[in-house]
């Protein structure tokens, strides 16, 4: 079983930045792919970015296509969010989460298709304008 504690939301102003961390414990973390998602009341939960346990591959969605880059450290069990660029659409609750590979999936096809296996407990994103 796989804790997942997400960390570095809070309140930011239009065009910032933050960075946030999702700390993993009580499992095999190297053997995962690793997500983010957020939500917003009223719509479904959305993958931003996506790395595999390697770190060979990523995937981002369009919505946040070179403003995030996803990261990872096996090292530290953690998983990383560098969001720039902020807009007040980004506002949402962000959530990591971790997938154990697919056999016959391929990275991508897999993070957008099938369901993660593990989540965070989420952290509040909020950007004012």
């Known amino acids: 079983q796989v804790q997942l504690v997400e960390s570095g939301g809070g309140l930011v102003q239009v065009g910032g930045s933050l960075r946030l961390s999702c700390a993993a414990s009580g499992g095999t973390f190297m053997s995962h792919a690793m997500g983010w998602f957020r939500q917003v009341p009223g719509k479904e939960r959305e993958l931003l970015a996506a790395?595999?346990?390697?770190?060979?591959?990523?995937y981002y969605a369009d919505s946040v296509k070179g403003r995030f880059t996803i990261s990872r450290d096996n090292a530290k069990n953690t998983v990383y969010l560098q969001m720039t660029s902020l807009q007040p659409e980004d506002t949402a609750v962000y959530y990591c989460?971790?997938?154990?590979?697919?056999?016959?999936?391929?990275?991508?096809?897999?993070?957008?298709?099938?369901?993660?296996?593990?989540w965070g407990q989420g952290t509040q994103v909020t950007v004012s304008s």
């Open positions: 790395i595999s346990w390697s770190c060979g591959r990523t």
């Open positions: 989460a971790a997938q154990w590979p697919r056999q016959g999936w391929g990275f991508e096809q897999a993070a957008t298709k099938m369901k993660w296996d593990y």
